[in-house]
């Protein structure tokens, strides 16, 4: 089965978007927020679990997951 028979998963963890740092203000300093101009410095709306995809309407592939998608085409 090729990529084009079906849709690249949109795991958050993998959107072009994500920017993760660290806010030692916050009670979690681990943050990971969205540079997308429509929603940039806010939180992602993640979620970030492995087998969870994200219903983030900006989510966009990186590198990663680009790569994924041709290792699986193949």
């Not at 028979?5 to 203000?25: G, H, N, V, Y």
């Not at 681990?30 to 309407?57: A, K, S």
Request: hydrophobic share 35%; proline share 9%; net charge neutral.
């Amino acid at each position: 089965m090729s990529m084009t028979d079906r849709p690249l998963p949109k795991m958050a963890f993998e959107c072009q978007w994500l920017r993760r740092t660290i806010e030692p203000s916050r009670p979690d300093p681990y943050v990971m927020l969205c540079t997308h101009i429509v929603r940039d410095g806010q939180d992602c709306i993640g979620p970030f679990l492995e087998d969870m995809e994200t219903n983030c309407g900006l989510w966009d592939p990186n590198d990663q997951a680009r790569a994924r998608a041709k290792r699986l085409a193949r």
